[in-house]
């Protein structure tokens, strides 16, 4: 239950149901316990109940419930309350099948149009075959085929308006922000059949009081058998103010033209409920297309807007299980190989994390070995390395090497040089380290998604020759990320409207829970985020991704050597930068490391990926 409860509309829906089932005990109670009245309008309204909750409790208690024995004749007469039981009719028999056939066609993972489509057949096939002709033909008499003949009219034009206004509630809800609605293993998906049914209740009403006040279909009516105590509380002239449709003062038979036109309206807003909202959601796709997926507040989806990016800009789940790693939690550790035969194997997992990045604030991060950033990988020229990669994300991934120049199987690129890693596979890459320098390595499935949820990290290799190595105090590497955090849930931040940040870390934390820098020329600044000028001889090398998520921050040199960063259009993976002289624009997670003495700096050599 916990995984159903995400957002705070989870919670009120779980109310509204659960007042819905207590609605629905009642009134099957006092249905069959003390209301004098046929048994199919009995089902209707407790039907009725069961899908529209307290307000169906309402309408049975305002229009139905018999508020003294022996008045349930004359307190249903009027003609609005005769339109109710009408109306409850029609939708207790052409909801329950629309709901079935929702529940089915969700199932069997069928597009949204043809959904509609089958829900309308099934409805309309339910109630006239099952709640007009069948459960009325002791009632209306005649044969099984005579009444189906008799209802088909009321039914078509009473099905029509229901469907005219439960349509566009559902495809707009289901089609619309969260795509959980449209799971019906997910709450929400009762949620938005219960609020279709109350509007599809409130179209189709006015149409079902016409039709009883020329008596083409029945409304509320009054059964007291021989031998209950409904018999006995039966008014001395009952059969005066028996209610029924056909034979009451309401009926007035309607021409041939009123009934064709009302019919023709009918089928009018039918189209209308059930095409009008192909003009802003994608009803093309169905519910294995776009999951439990949640959208981020603000996002705008369009009649054009694949399954596909939905899934891609969708919220992370919290996990259930997950403890939360909390500020003492540090990103971006050295990670430890083994050796195996002379090779470094290091082993890295990706997972969902909960991460916080401010006291009382926390993500939910796409993380490698639980840490964002993930491990510092670190080797020396000329290693032979192996680096086991197992993936435990609920979605597919890779890992490549940002700057590195690989056999295309070790180069991590989804459906291009690889095989995405499915949930609980895993990939071995193993490649010799032939370039020094710094470099970085990141998911390359599901790219914007991913890298932007946290799942990325530093890889360094140092020269074969430690002599090559400019010596150095200090040491920094700085990784920049953005985050969008909305209503507690985690969205891959874009540069996008409703995408937008709100969270920007360095590491994987925020100011002022960063961590402080140990640069030796001012040790309260750091190379990523000082403002103050550094001696004319200090210089710092960073290496940028390119991905549209994060915006690339320069480290800062003296301010008449800095450069505004802009978005690469470069179709290069990475762009290697020294801004002792000119910063080159640059975008995506940065890392940067800048070894500094008192007198110099000495930049370590770098490599942009081919």
């Known amino acids: 239950m916990a995984a159903l409860l995400i957002r705070p509309v989870d919670y009120f829906v779980l109310a509204w149901l659960t007042l819905a089932l207590a609605s629905t005990a009642w009134v099957a109670w006092d249905q069959f316990a003390r209301n004098p009245e046929p048994g199919v309008m009995r089902w209707g309204f407790i039907l009725v109940t069961l899908y529209g909750g307290p307000l169906a409790l309402l309408v049975y208690v305002l229009a139905d419930k018999e508020p003294r024995p022996g008045t349930h004749e004359r307190f249903v007469q009027p003609l609005w309350k005769q339109g109710i039981g009408s109306t409850v009719h029609c939708i207790a028999g052409d909801s329950t099948g629309i709901i079935l056939a929702a529940v089915i066609t969700a199932s069997l993972g069928l597009p949204m149009w043809l959904d509609l489509i089958v829900e309308y057949a099934t409805g309309f096939a339910f109630g006239l075959f099952v709640f007009q002709a069948l459960f009325m033909k002791n009632m209306m008499g005649g044969s099984y085929l005579q009444n189906v003949r008799r209802s088909f009219v009321p039914e078509f034009i009473s099905m029509n308006?229901?469907?005219?206004?439960?349509?566009?509630?559902?495809?707009?809800?289901?089609?619309?922000?969260?795509?959980?609605?449209?799971?019906?293993?997910?709450?929400?998906?009762?949620?938005?059949?219960?609020?279709?049914?109350?509007?599809?209740?409130?179209?189709?009403?006015?149409?079902?009081?016409?039709?009883?006040?020329?008596?083409?279909?029945?409304?509320?009516?009054?059964?007291?058998?021989?031998?209950?105590?409904?018999?006995?509380?039966?008014?001395?002239?009952?059969?005066?103010?028996?209610?029924?449709?056909?034979?009451?003062?309401?009926?007035?038979?309607?021409?041939?033209?009123?009934?064709?036109?009302?019919?023709?309206?009918?089928?009018?807003?039918?189209?209308?409920?059930?095409?009008?909202?192909?003009?802003?959601?994608?009803?093309?796709?169905?519910?294995?297309?776009?999951?439990?997926?949640?959208?981020?507040?603000?996002?705008?989806?369009?009649?054009?807007?694949?399954?596909?990016?939905?899934?891609?800009?969708?919220?992370?789940?919290?996990?259930?299980?997950?403890?939360?790693?909390?500020?003492?939690?540090?990103?971006?550790?050295?990670?430890?190989?083994?050796?195996?035969?002379?090779?470094?194997?290091?082993?890295?997992?990706?997972g969902i994390v909960r991460w916080t990045i401010l006291p009382g604030v926390t993500v939910d991060a796409y993380a490698f070995n639980g840490q964002v950033p993930g491990p510092r990988i670190r080797v020396r020229q000329g290693d032979r390395v192996r680096i086991d990669v197992t993936n435990h994300l609920p979605e597919t991934t890779t890992t490549h090497w940002h700057g590195l120049v690989l056999p295309n199987p070790m180069d991590g690129v989804a459906h291009m040089t690889q095989d995405p890693i499915e949930r609980g596979g895993s990939y071995h890459y193993a490649f010799t380290a032939t370039q020094a320098g710094t470099f970085f390595y990141h998911s390359h499935d599901h790219v914007d998604r991913q890298q932007a949820l946290g799942l990325y990290g530093a890889l360094i290799i140092d020269p074969a020759n430690p002599a090559d190595d400019a010596p150095a105090d200090v040491e920094q590497v700085v990784q920049v990320q953005e985050w969008l955090v909305r209503d507690g849930l985690t969205f891959p931040a874009m540069p996008m409207e409703g995408a937008l940040p709100n969270y920007f870390t360095i590491n994987g934390r925020a100011w002022p829970a960063t961590q402080r820098s140990t640069c030796a020329w001012d040790r309260s600044s750091s190379c990523a985020s000082s403002a103050r000028a550094r001696p004319p001889s200090t210089r710092c090398t960073s290496t940028a991704g390119r991905s549209p998520w994060s915006r690339a921050m320069a480290s800062r040199c003296p301010r008449r050597h800095a450069s505004r960063p802009t978005p690469s259009t470069s179709a290069r993976d990475s762009a290697t930068t020294s801004c002792g002289r000119r910063a080159r624009p640059a975008d995506g997670c940065c890392i940067a490391i800048s070894r500094t003495t008192p007198r110099t700096t000495a930049s370590r050599r770098t490599a942009a990926a081919a």
Do not use: C
Request: negative net charge.
């Open 161 to 350: 308006f229901m469907m005219a206004g439960m349509a566009p509630t559902m495809s707009l809800l289901m089609m619309g922000r969260d795509m959980r609605a449209m799971d019906p293993l997910q709450l929400l998906f009762w949620g938005v059949m219960s609020l279709g049914v109350v509007v599809g209740f409130v179209v189709a009403y006015p149409a079902n009081v016409w039709m009883v006040a020329k008596g083409i279909k029945h409304g509320l009516m009054t059964d007291r058998p021989a031998g209950t105590h409904f018999a006995q509380e039966a008014p001395s002239k009952s059969g005066d103010d028996q209610q029924h449709a056909h034979s009451g003062p309401h009926a007035r038979q309607p021409t041939s033209a009123q009934l064709g036109a009302v019919g023709l309206v009918s089928l009018v807003a039918l189209a209308l409920g059930m095409v009008a909202p192909a003009n802003w959601v994608n009803l093309r796709l169905a519910s294995r297309d776009v999951g439990d997926t949640i959208m981020p507040p603000g996002m705008i989806s369009t009649q054009d807007t694949s399954g596909e990016t939905m899934r891609d800009m969708a919220a992370v789940l919290p996990p259930s299980n997950e403890p939360t790693r909390d500020l003492r939690a540090r990103g971006d550790t050295e990670l430890v190989p083994r050796m195996d035969n002379g090779v470094k194997v290091f082993a890295l997992e990706a």
